[in-house]
């Protein structure tokens, strides 16, 4: 018949699973650490565009705080719904993060009756990255105007003649276009394009007249004298072309107010660990904290945007409302 332990005896073996357990714990938590792997980020534009070039400026020092690669998987089309839906049915273990948009997170849902995802509900917003100017950029040769006001008398006094550009139906330079318009009674004919190249490619060559596209992506024609520059629509003017006017300075009945400015920012599954999106938004507050990536995106004509990630659910919900009035207001929409 076995020996039966002692009570003494069960005491001492009870403290040695307790110091065994003690030892393990911390062990097992570091193996469960996050990211234990390459991080993607799942881009809804084309490759140089205004959205992939803010992307690859944090790229780097982005995968340097979080330890591991941070990899750009570019699922581009339809305004960025392609790469969104992705991430929606992604898993939600902080590995497929969407860069997305003010459009991709706020006004599609006011254009796309039938998305196969809820640009709020089914993700979680992470950090924003910045805020992006868009300006209201003219090829001269094709609308010869020097401000804004000459530039709406033009337009008013010959409704349906011109074109301006957009980097695809429902992406910021449409909408803020269509705001512009709806506040000012213009008539004018939009044609999208896939990316943003292509668009402001084409304002150059005299295909359309104009486009409000970001003052980042602008900026190479206009320091060459290709394009003019007649209005930014931010707030406030922008240090990278601070001789250009706000739209909402022109004195023009109804630009009063007038901020059609978007962000960037990144966005995890529903359901994702909230211990990650911490870790994340800390990882990306560092990095647009570096003095060199600040310069780097003012330089650009973009401002720095820093938020926790409640706060940045709150952007994002205000941005929805926004976007659905401005879509009602111009009787835009995709489907």
């Known amino acids: ?43 809804g534009f084309p490759a140089g565009s205004g959205v992939d070039v803010v992307a690859r400026t944090i790229q780097e020092p982005l995968q340097q705080k979080l330890g591991q690669p941070v990899v750009i998987d570019y699922k581009s089309g339809a ?64 609308i010869n105007v020097k401000t804004l006001k000459e530039f709406v008398e033009l337009v008013k006094a010959n409704p349906g003649k011109y074109n301006y550009a957009s980097t695809g139906n429902g992406a910021g330079t449409h909408m803020a276009f269509a705001e512009l318009n709806s506040r000012l009674g213009l008539q004018m004919v939009h044609v999208p394009y896939k990316g943003g190249p292509e668009a402001i490619a084409s304002v150059v060559r005299g295909e359309t007249c104009c486009i409000m596209n970001q003052v980042q992506t602008v900026l190479p024609q206009y320091k060459a004298g290709k394009v003019r520059l007649l209005g930014v629509t931010t707030a ?26 978007i962000w960037f920012g990144v966005f995890a599954p529903k359901g994702t660990d909230a211990r990650i ?32 990630p409640a706060q940045f659910k709150a952007t994002v919900h205000a941005n929805r409302v926004k976007w659905a009035e401005v879509a009602k207001a111009a009787n835009v929409s995709i489907d």
Request: aromatic share 6%.
């Open 236 to 261: 406030k003017p922008v240090a990278a072309v601070k001789e250009v006017p706000t739209i909402a300075a022109s004195g023009i009945a109804g630009t009063q107010g007038f901020d059609s400015s």
């Open 277 to 308: 999106v911490d870790k994340l938004n800390a990882a990306i507050k560092s990095v647009l904290e570096q003095p060199e990536i600040r310069e780097k995106f003012e330089g650009q004509g973009n401002t720095v945007r820093i938020e926790t």
């Open 1 to 43: 018949m076995p020996h039966s332990l002692s009570s003494r005896s069960r005491r001492l073996f009870a403290a040695a699973g307790l110091a065994l357990g003690a030892c393990a714990a911390p062990v097992a938590l570091a193996q469960a650490e996050w990211p234990q792997q390459p991080v993607t980020l799942i881009m």
């Open 79 to 142: 305004a960025g719904n392609i790469a969104s839906e992705y991430v929606a049915r992604a898993r939600p273990d902080g590995y497929t993060l969407a860069f997305g948009t003010a459009a991709t997170h706020g006004s599609n849902a006011a254009l796309y009756k039938k998305l196969p995802f809820d640009v709020e509900a089914d993700f979680v917003p992470v950090a924003p990255v910045l805020d992006v100017s868009n300006v209201l950029t003219i090829n001269p040769e094709v």
